[in-house]
């Protein structure tokens, strides 16, 4: 990271001067070597402004030289044979000679694919992801075709390293987890974004966009389905960073990215979600060590701040509003003063790293806690979610924080009394519906179309079977719902099953029947079912309770997730935030003792 630092700084005094080290005399014309008299003069005098040693400046000096004749071999190679040169992010255990960034030829009319397995040739590394401008590209589309340049910048991922016959087994499988597991999130909550309410959440949850007090956001229907899943694919990545697990959980955070940006930007304005998002994408790529390698990273931080700015207000007067308090929050903003702190240093604008590590150092002192105080709430029986929550809301006083706690716990059992009175009512008013003859599945459809609305419903289902009769196919129920409801008029379900087999299951036209029939389906209109009925409907039952189960466990699999806690995102230990904050303090004090 200092590399980086000093290497900034020289490239703005190179700019300045107007000096161009790949050109004479700072680079021979025959062999393309340094100049070694004129670049260890530039070196003193560099050092001397820039207040690093002379040896640091002048490897610095020799590593932009080395790039830009690099580039410059580069883009003639381009012009002349279309062989582009790409600039690769390297992760740790394969880089040659320790070096972070590699120099790769290729044709960009190839596949990502192709590109892979000549890197895997290359380096050893089977198993990758590529990453430009912070978007993963897709292995089988042509590298040209997903704006791929020459010089472009690109971050490799390792998905695993097989070492050995049965690493590799694992490896491949493991591969094969990471994938399905990025399938199934998106799948379980793909369901879950279909689904409107309308069925018994005991046994068919749904997912509901609430604003911080957990009343619902009405929102148009494809654009809710985008928010659901982006905040899904949010939390599964959010999970994995909890376990270190950086890889994995940058691939989820970029899906939900991809998901965020398929709403409109009046509802991303209105929600932090958004923001929370751009930091933990970020954090990922300060932990796999590809900050100064990526161009969004500032973007990013930028969205992240401005998100901030229009949810919470100037003065976060907005946040004070609805949720009384500030102090959770705070930790959303050291991460990203502490992030643009980063930011800057690598681009050589150490005044600017510092100012922001002062913000970052005001808001730690007050967000670490004492311990003392955690534990007295402990003992209190809070957990020590709860415990850290409550203290950072409440400024570490820890009377307001045992009230603020309790609070928080009533508001939420009224909550949840809430929903068990609206799910008690309904189940009320369904039976209601199903007493009148009406199917379960169709009375809770009615109900939710009319908002809960009884009288509303009878009249949407009265009007419904008014239509059926007049021709127009009734709702698509089951075969035994059908059963029920004609058998509830008095019918015997024999004669019922034999007239609805008659007419295909219309329930109108059924009904008609044994009205003009006594009840009975006469002799003359009876046929044996064709022989092929019976063998098929039992794959069809089976096909469908087999979809049915496996949309269950999709569903289950991804609602383990999501915490139960709605300010699980605020809880953060600040122990690798601690870590960062004192290598950023070494670097600056260095420089500031180097300047003396």
């Not at 410059?72 to 960034?101: C, H, S």
């Not at 609430?210 to 494809?222: E, F, R, S, T």
């Not at 508001?411 to 007493?435: C, G, P």
């Amino acid at each position: 990271m200092a590399e980086q630092h000093i290497q900034s700084k020289l490239v703005a005094l190179l700019k300045q001067e107007k000096i161009q080290l790949w050109n004479p005399p700072f680079t021979t014309t025959d062999a393309n070597e340094a100049g070694r008299e004129h670049m260890q003069e530039l070196a003193v005098r560099y050092s001397q402004l820039v207040g690093f040693p002379m040896v640091d400046v002048e490897v610095a000096l020799e590593n932009i030289r080395s790039q830009a004749v690099k580039k410059g071999k580069g883009n003639k190679t381009y012009r002349e044979t279309n062989v582009a040169t790409l600039e690769l992010k390297l992760p740790k255990g394969i880089r040659k000679d320790n070096k972070k960034i590699h120099y790769f030829e290729t044709k960009l009319d190839i596949t990502t694919q192709d590109l892979m397995n000549k890197i895997t040739g290359e380096f050893d590394l089977k198993y990758m992801k590529l990453i430009l401008d912070g978007k993963a590209l897709s292995p089988d589309e042509r590298l040209d075709e997903q704006n791929v340049r020459n010089n472009s910048r690109i971050m490799i991922l390792k998905v695993s390293e097989p070492e050995g016959k049965k690493a590799m087994v694992e490896a491949e499988e493991k591969k094969r987890l990471q994938k399905e597991s990025l399938q199934r999130t998106q799948k379980g909550f793909q369901i879950l974004s279909e689904r409107d309410g309308s069925e018994d959440p005991a046994t068919t949850p749904f997912l509901e966009i609430a604003d911080q007090k957990g009343n619902p956001i009405q929102i148009p229907l494809a654009e809710k389905k985008a928010l659901i899943l982006a905040m899904g694919c949010h939390e599964k990545g959010r999970a994995l960073m909890k376990r270190k697990e950086y890889d994995a959980a940058l691939c989820h955070l970029l899906l939900a990215d991809e998901q965020f940006n398929k709403c409109g930007s009046a509802l991303l304005n209105t929600v932090d979600n958004y923001a929370v998002l751009q930091l933990d994408i970020v954090w990922c790529y300060r932990a796999l060590e590809a900050l100064p390698y990526l161009n969004d990273c500032k973007q990013r931080l930028q969205k992240a701040e401005a998100c901030f700015l229009k949810c919470y207000g100037e003065k976060q007067q907005r946040l004070q509003q609805i949720k009384g308090n500030t102090g959770g929050e705070e930790v959303l903003f050291l991460r990203l003063y502490l992030l643009q702190s980063l930011l800057a240093y690598l681009n050589g604008s150490e005044n600017d790293a510092a100012k922001k590590l002062e913000k970052v150092e005001d808001l730690y002192s007050h967000l670490c806690l004492d311990p003392e105080k955690m534990t007295q709430l402990m003992s209190m029986g809070f957990s020590e979610q709860e415990t850290r929550l409550g203290l950072r809301a409440c400024r570490g006083n820890v009377e307001e924080a045992a009230l603020h706690i309790s609070q928080r716990r009533n508001e939420r059992e009224e909550t949840k009394q809430r929903e068990r009175e609206k799910r008690r009512r309904r189940l009320e008013s369904i039976n209601t519906l199903v007493e009148l003859g009406y199917s379960k599945k169709v009375a809770a459809k009615a109900l939710h179309e009319t908002g809960g609305d009884l009288d509303e419903a009878y009249r949407l289902l009265l009007d419904s079977s008014e239509a059926s009769s007049s021709g127009m196919s009734q709702p698509d129920t089951d075969r035994q719902t059908k059963v029920d409801q004609m058998a509830y008029l008095g019918f015997q379900r024999e004669a019922v099953e034999a007239a609805l087999r008659l007419v295909g299951d219309d329930v109108a036209q059924a009904t008609q029947i044994l009205l003009d029939n006594q009840g009975q389906v006469p002799p003359e209109l009876l046929s044996p079912s064709p022989p092929s009925s019976s063998s098929e409907e039992p794959s069809t039952s089976d096909s469908t309770a087999s979809g049915s189960s496996l949309d269950a466990d999709l569903v289950n699999e991804v609602l383990e997730d999501i915490p139960r806690h709605e300010e699980d995102y605020l809880d953060v230990t600040l122990e690798e935030e601690s870590e960062l904050i004192a290598l950023m303090k070494s670097y600056l004090e260095r420089r500031s003792t180097s300047s003396t």
